[in-house]
């Protein structure tokens, strides 16, 4: 008894509801989940949320040129081209994937000039005899494999995730070069303070090795005043070179970031003190973490991974693919184009593995290990995140008690200053202490502009650690890719 295509299609419709392999469940994100104290709420686990918008998290240090140069690294940085560019990428295979659920139809025209063999008989042509004849064919083509076990399903299912997993893979990079933007602004910010102060500084040493001389052409300075004086203010002008260098290097970052060649930045100089860093709450909503695009990017890999098991497990079943050809043929170029010359074919393959050598074992075994491997990653992503972000916090706490300290001890070694410069001018003393009491005051102010902007870096880090603000909804648009 014959097939009927009519019954093959009522059993393909039954059978493609049907897709092997686990549906994919968000693990824990931590085998056990204590929540830090600075975290307010519950955690919720493995909820990716990479898409809720950050807003623009830098308008809280109010300045209008790190605004600027923000912007100018989010529309030319090169890295971020990449990033949009893979994401295109993984766009393009998600559509690759979903072609498999269409027919496939196609056209191979061809010509052929053959000659039989005289010692193989032809049919209705007589043996031992060799005929010579062209073949003119113009087919249309066609196939379609029903999605019986789901196997199209699940692999266009990964291609869907792992197009997310690209898509916060962007924000990623997008967070991170704004993170790095921010960072080496407020380290070039500190340098042009530093520059400031050690220029103010020298100043004032000229200005003292000037009044030592003086007092040594009245007799009341000596030699070795003089050479303290000269010293202490060559020691200074040294420190220049080293300091101009390193912001010279920051520019330069600044402007690989921004997507600009390091010879045709500028920034202006800005020596004004840095404003102190916006206030961190101290308690943090929960969701913040989940907003982090490394962890969202790191959960949609395992959904991927997972349906990838699907698509293993589907290559131990039959696959049943229809196959159909309609079109001419002739043996003449002139009648190829004739009815009579119409051809046509259709029908069912099924294809059935027997017999692999193990080889599909083996694929839905290293399939079922690549999920576990992205469990793992995802849940060290989240630790790394914790980690991340206690850093930072504790970053917050003692860098703001080491300023407190160091601001208490220049207050002090300012007034050891005015003391030795007092005594000095009352010949109580040589310049050996007016020096020593300079320096020790010079070295407290640098080590302060030094500390504001280390903490204006730690909140940077801090946004970045939490995915970009510390506000739960900036009500800003999402994102764009």
């Known amino acids: 008894m014959k097939p009927h295509l009519p019954v093959i299609s009522t059993l393909c419709a039954l059978l493609v509801g049907c897709a092997v392999g686990p549906d994919y469940e968000r693990p824990a994100a931590l085998k056990s989940q204590p929540l830090p104290k600075s975290f307010a709420g519950e955690w919720k686990t493995a909820q990716p949320s990479a898409h809720l918008p950050r807003g623009v998290w830098w308008d809280i ?146 200005r003292s090795l000037e009044l030592t001389r003086n007092r040594r052409k009245g007799g009341v300075a000596s030699d070795l005043d003089v050479s303290e004086a000269e010293t202490q203010l060559r020691t200074a002008e040294g420190q220049l070179p080293a300091l101009q260098l390193q912001r010279a290097k920051l520019a330069h970052a600044l402007a690989t970031l921004c997507g600009q060649p390091a010879m045709t930045f500028a920034t202006t100089a800005n020596p004004t003190q840095l404003r102190p860093p916006p206030t961190v709450p101290p308690t943090m909503p929960s969701e913040l973490l989940e907003r982090r695009p490394d962890i969202a990017a790191a959960e949609r890999q395992m959904a991927a991974a997972n349906a990838d098991i699907g698509v293993a497990k589907s290559a131990f079943f039959p696959r049943l693919v229809f196959n159909g050809l309609a079109g001419l043929q002739s043996v003449n170029a002139g009648t190829v184009f004739n009815w009579p010359s119409h051809l046509w074919a259709v029908g069912p393959t099924l294809e059935l593995p027997i017999f692999t050598g193990g080889r599909n074992t083996a694929q839905l075994a290293a399939a079922r290990a690549a999920y576990d491997e992205t469990v793992a990653r995802y849940r060290d992503t989240v630790l790394a995140a914790f980690q991340e972000i206690e850093d930072q916090l504790a970053a917050q706490r003692y860098l703001a008690k080491q300023l407190d300290a160091e601001t208490a001890a220049l207050v002090s070694a300012r007034r050891t200053q005015e003391i030795a410069n007092n005594r000095y001018r009352a010949g109580l003393v040589t310049y050996l202490e007016v020096a020593a009491a300079q320096s020790a005051a010079f070295d407290r102010n640098r080590a302060v502009v030094r500390l504001q902007g280390e903490r204006c870096v730690a909140t940077v880090g801090l946004i970045k650690a939490l995915g970009g603000g510390w506000e739960a909804n900036t009500g800003a648009a999402p994102p764009q890719h």
């Open 61 to 206: 240090f109010s300045d209008p040129e790190l605004n600027r140069l923000e912007q100018a690294a989010t529309t030319d940085n090169e890295s971020l081209a990449a990033a949009v560019a893979r994401f295109n990428q993984a766009r393009a295979l998600v559509d690759i994937a979903r072609s498999d659920f269409f027919p496939q139809l196609s056209f191979a025209g061809s010509v052929k000039r053959q000659r039989t063999s005289k010692n193989a008989p032809q049919s209705g042509q007589p043996a031992g005899e060799a005929f010579n004849f062209s073949t003119f064919t113009v087919p249309l083509e066609m196939s379609w494999e029903p999605d019986l076990w789901g196997r199209i399903r699940r692999q266009t299912e990964a291609a869907g995730a792992r197009l997310d997993a690209s898509a916060d893979d962007v924000e990623a990079v997008r967070l991170a070069i704004q993170g790095a933007v921010a960072a080496d602004y407020f380290a070039l910010r500190a340098f042009d303070a530093e520059l400031a102060l050690v220029a103010d500084t020298i100043t004032t040493f000229h």
